[in-house]
């Protein structure tokens, strides 16, 4: 059985840093382009950012450029999510996601999702 | 980026209808396209990939079609576990970017 457990949200300041896990099992996690999608409270989903199954691509939306770094350490299963100069818009749950190619385009899809992890930055 | 213009963004209906969400691409993605089903309190759930292929597991009144710029998911036969909101995605291009869903409540 796949599962994805996200670790390492909590509450932060404006301006401040958190670092998140997925901790992959179930699944070849070598194999397969991983994602961070988030979600705002009662608001729709965004791919915040994604990488290839080797980690030598990635890719991010343009409001978390320069701020945020995804990456995998293979010899764990486990997915990272480095978050810096976080904004109040960050506030969201970050769902790790599975995808079902070894890159993130084209022609993923998301086929298993982790419980999901919640960010609030407020002061 | 590419932009998914999805419809409509709330729609009621009875159990037994049959309902058609559809999704809208701001330029070709070819089939590179999929929808998901999200309730209340959990995370997305992989319905259809490749605009037409049933994820393994989904019921078969669930059906996607369409290619190029426009895309459609119809639900036959709704049952009470179908009523949830509803996402389309695009995988064409970084980054992938997610339709704005479609809630569809319990008339």
């Known amino acids: 059985e796949v599962q994805l457990l996200e670790s390492g949200g909590g509450l932060v300041q404006p301006g401040g840093s958190l670092r998140l896990s997925c901790a992959a099992s179930?699944?070849?996690?070598?194999?397969?382009?991983m994602t961070w999608v988030r979600q705002a409270p009662g608001k729709g989903l965004e791919c915040v950012a994604g990488i290839s199954y080797t980690g030598a691509s990635a890719y991010y939306i343009d409001s978390v450029k320069g701020r945020f770094t995804i990456s995998r350490d293979t010899s764990r299963d486990t997915l990272y999510l480095q978050m810096s100069s976080l904004r109040a818009e960050d506030t969201a749950l970050y769902y790790c996601?599975?995808?079902?190619?070894?890159?993130?385009?084209?022609?993923?899809?998301?086929?298993?999702w982790g419980q999901g992890t919640l960010v609030t930055v407020s002061s | 980026d590419i932009y998914m213009t999805q419809s409509p963004s709330s729609l009621s209906a009875s159990v037994g209808d049959t309902v058609t969400i559809t999704c809208r691409a701001s330029q070709s993605i070819t089939n590179y396209f999929s929808w998901y089903q999200q309730k209340p309190g959990t995370a997305p759930k992989l319905l259809i990939y490749?605009?037409?292929v049933l994820e393994t597991g989904v019921p078969s009144r669930f059906s996607g079609a369409g290619s190029g710029t426009h895309f459609s998911l119809t639900i036959n036969s709704l049952q009470p576990e179908d009523f949830a909101t509803y996402f389309c995605?695009?995988?064409?291009?970084?980054?992938?970017?997610f339709g704005q869903g479609t809630r569809l409540e319990l008339k």
């Open positions: 995605l695009q995988s064409h291009s970084t980054p992938i970017t």
């Open positions: 996601v599975k995808g079902t190619m070894q890159a993130p385009t084209p022609g993923n899809a998301f086929d298993a």
């Open positions: 179930g699944f070849a996690f070598d194999a397969s382009a």
């Open positions: 490749a605009a037409s």
